[in-house]
C-alpha cells in the first residue's frame, strides 16, 4: 500500500496515476485475508490517508467473496465519514455482479438510501455512475434509475456530471 500511494503520489494529476491500482486489485486478490486487511488499515486510520485503497479493496474482496463485500460496500455507503461513503458508493458500481439479481437489487435499494442521506456533488456523481452501472447488470431496473436520476437532477449541479474524482 505504501508503495502504491507513493507513486499515485509521485504522478499527481497525470491520469494514469490511478491505473496503479489495478495491479494493486490483483495483489490482493491473491490472499483472501488482504481485502479485509487494507479495510482494517483504511478503518484503523483517522487522517484518511488510505481512503482511495477502499474501492480497489472491495472490488478485490467481490472478486473473492461477492455477497460479503457487496454487504460492506452498502454498509460503508451509509458511513458518516463523507469520503468513505463516496468510495464505497462508487465501489458499488465498479464490483462485478456476475448477473446475480438479487445483489444488484440490494446494491440499487442503497443507492436509493444514500440520495436521501445527505447531498454533496461528488457523492451524488457516485450515485449516478454506479447505478448506470447496475442498470447495465439489470435492465429492469429502469424506472428506478429514471427516479433516481430526477432525484440528482432536481439539485440542478454542473459539478454532479462532470465530477471526475470520484472515479479511480
Known amino acids: 500500500m505504501d508503495c502504491v500511494k507513493h507513486l499515485v503520489a509521485e504522478a499527481g494529476n497525470d491520469m494514469a496515476a490511478g491505473t496503479i491500482f489495478t495491479p494493486f486489485i490483483k495483489y490482493c ?3 483472501s485475508n488482504r481485502p479485509k486487511e487494507v479495510l482494517q488499515i483504511v478503518s484503523s486510520t483517522e487522517n484518511g490517508e488510505w481512503l482511495d485503497f477502499i474501492l480497489s479493496a472491495i472490488i478485490a474482496g467481490s472478486n473473492l467473496q461477492l455477497s460479503e463485500y457487496v454487504d460492506i460496500a452498502i454498509e460503508l455507503s451509509g458511513n458518516s465519514n463523507l469520503k468513505i461513503q463516496i468510495q464505497a458508493t462508487f465501489a458499488i458500481g465498479r464490483i462485478n455482479y456476475s448477473s446475480d439479481i ?17 447531498y454533496d456533488d461528488h457523492l451524488y456523481a457516485a450515485i ?9 447488470v439489470d435492465k429492469s431496473l ?3 434509475l429514471i427516479k433516481l436520476y430526477h432525484s440528482v437532477m ?14 479511480v
Open 154 to 167: 432536481a439539485h440542478k449541479s454542473d459539478f454532479t456530471l462532470k465530477d471526475r474524482k470520484s472515479v
Open 128 to 136: 449516478l455512475k454506479s447505478a448506470f452501472s447496475l442498470f447495465m
Open 142 to 144: 429502469e424506472d428506478k
Open 102 to 118: 438479487p445483489l444488484v437489487e440490494n446494491a440499487f435499494k442503497a443507492l436509493e438510501k444514500v440520495i436521501k442521506s445527505k
Open 29 to 31: 486478490e491473491a490472499d
